[in-house]
């Protein structure tokens, strides 16, 4: 039958409108590294969907070109260990250490806050005396003191006692050798007697070349007047001057 026979209004469609595909990637979050150190790798999941329905597509229908990464590095950064040496021979006082440091992963030293994520093992720790190598008794000595003088010769000071294998202070009857010195000379180079100078007066004149004076006094040790200056060292006490006329 002609189609000009039928009737237009009951005329089925024959043309419709559709969607078109775009594809596109799409990532997933990155897998936990499970290194801090020394390199590890890192996961994702990377699939091609309809970016306008977001239904899954086959990998073939997205570019490879563009196509993201499944995979990439993480915790690169160096591993840093705690070296431990091995621990020395007991002292008399009970206590005995070792070395301990932070190195990387090439062995060299570093500074410890490298190693700050892992809790530094102890270097010292108490031991068994050993009796037969140990004296029952020894000096013990403190540090010396500073000077005890402002200036000139003085002393330092310390203090020495006689103690046992457990560090209880005994008479120092009861350790052998002589008892260390308790005293040493020491010398200030601030000298104990010492030039004092004033101040300048004004010009002796109201014209002309004239002089300007002050007072230069020897001192000592507690600031009294002294005479154990060396001349040779004394400030000048005149100096010429020019007033203005």
């Known amino acids: 039958m ?14 419709r409108p559709c969607k078109s595909m775009c594809p596109a990637w799409k990532t997933g979050s990155w897998s936990q590294c499970i290194v801090s150190c020394g390199g590890g790798l890192q996961k994702r999941s990377v699939q091609c969907i309809d ?18 990464s499944v995979i990439q590095q993480c915790g690169n950064s160096p591993c840093h260990t705690w070296h431990v040496g091995d621990w020395r021979q007991c002292s008399c006082n009970g206590v005995q250490d070792r070395v301990v440091f932070c190195t990387d992963t090439n062995s060299k030293r570093v ?14 720790q108490s031991c068994n005396v050993d009796q037969i190598s140990c004296p029952k008794t020894r000096w013990l000595k403190t540090k010396w003191s500073t000077c005890k003088a402002v200036c000139g010769t003085g002393e330092r000071l310390r203090s020495v006692y006689c103690v046992n294998h457990n560090g209880d202070t005994v008479p120092d009857s009861d350790c052998h050798g002589q008892k260390l010195s308790e005293t040493r000379s020491c010398t200030v180079k601030q000298p104990c007697n010492r030039w004092v100078t004033g101040q300048w007066s004004k010009c002796s004149s109201n014209c002309g070349p004239r002089v300007r004076r002050r007072q230069v006094n020897c001192v000592g040790k507690d600031g009294s007047p002294s005479k154990s200056c060396s001349m040779t060292s004394k400030p000048k006490d005149v100096k010429q001057c020019r007033a203005k006329c």
Do not use: E
């Open 2 to 15: 002609p189609f000009r026979d039928c009737n237009r209004s009951s005329q089925p469609m024959y043309v």
């Open 51 to 68: 970016s306008s329905s977001g239904r899954l597509l086959h990998t073939s229908s997205c570019s490879k070109a563009t196509r993201p």
């Open 111 to 124: 500074d410890d806050s490298a190693c700050a994520d892992a809790q530094k093992p102890s270097a010292s």
